[in-house]
């Protein structure tokens, strides 16, 4: 069993950054998969990013609308992956959850509230 606690999330005007952090409970963090999903009410939870396993430097991916905004990156060493969010929009407004993955066993963490508003 994996626990996921995330952090970061708040209040921030539009054009703005916040920086989410995931902690996680393993030693053997490096071998999953990390991922960064967010949810808004009435709305299927959407994928934002994710990492893949292994070197911190491993292979990234984005949804088309964070591209070029959002970048993920991973601590091996402190069982941390990170989201830094940046030129944020109202649109951005959701519930941030972290996801550990590893064939067929998934973690969650609670989730964390991001709130982009003037």
């Known amino acids: 069993q994996v626990q996921l606690v995330e952090s970061g999330g708040g209040l921030v005007q539009p054009g703005g950054s916040l920086r989410l952090s995931c902690a996680a409970s393993?030693?053997?963090?490096?071998?999953?998969?990390m991922g960064w999903y967010r949810q808004t009410p009435g709305k299927q939870r959407e994928l934002v990013a994710t990492i893949a396993s292994g070197a911190s430097g491993g292979s990234r991916n984005y949804a088309g609308s964070v591209k070029g905004r959002f970048t993920i990156t991973r601590d091996n060493a402190k069982q941390k992956v990170y989201l830094q969010m940046s030129s944020l929009k109202p649109e951005d407004t959701a519930v941030y959850y972290c996801?550990?993955?590893?064939?067929?066993?998934?973690?969650w963490g609670q989730g964390t509230q991001g709130t982009v508003s003037s």
């Open positions: 996801n550990a993955n590893r064939w067929d066993y998934t973690y």
């Open positions: 393993t030693s053997r963090f490096s071998i999953y998969a």
